[in-house]
């Protein structure tokens, strides 16, 4: 979906896939209580075309996580 194979994505930092923005989101949300946050709207763009996903951050020990779930973008 994303044009790299998974492992390809592992221990590797989130600005090499996502905008500084949401990097920041992200960031801030590792401070809060992710039940509260979740899910963050992620968009990435790959090939001209803009994916939308649900990413959900959680933390395993000290990884943390983000699971991108696809979702249909709303209309704000």
Not at 32 to 42: A, C, G, R, S, T
């Amino acid at each position: 979906m994303l044009g790299v194979e998974p492992k390809e994505l592992l221990d590797k930092p989130l600005n090499e896939l996502l905008e500084e923005e949401q990097v920041t989101a992200i960031q801030r949300c590792l401070s809060e209580d992710f039940n509260q946050i979740n899910p963050l709207p992620i968009e990435l763009t790959r090939n001209g075309s803009i994916l939308t996903f649900d990413g959900i951050v959680h933390r395993h020990g000290e990884i943390v996580i983000l699971e991108l779930e696809p979702s249909e973008p709303t209309q704000d």
